[in-house]
């Protein structure tokens, strides 16, 4: 191995998906085809990247809601 963890396959879970670090790690992740858990606090933004994940082929769950809100993250 070349120092790399092997996500194909893996369920990886991305907060703060729906923009910035994290839609770009969400797209680099499912490329590598991991099985994503992504979330995001804005229902449109998220919208937009489940259709891009989709076009990439990648398997996932998206959630719209605030991770800091335990209540809802357990829920």
């Not at 839609?23 to 229902?43: N, Y």
């Amino acid at each position: 191995m070349d120092g790399h963890a092997d996500v194909a396959g893996r369920v990886v879970v991305v907060t703060g998906a729906s923009r910035g670090i994290g839609r770009g790690l969400a797209h680099h992740l499912a490329k590598k085809g991991a099985r994503l858990v992504v979330t995001g606090r804005k229902p449109a933004h998220l919208d937009a990247l489940r259709g891009e994940l989709d076009a990439l082929g990648a398997d996932h769950l998206a959630l719209a809601f605030d991770v800091a809100d335990r209540d809802a993250a357990f829920a």
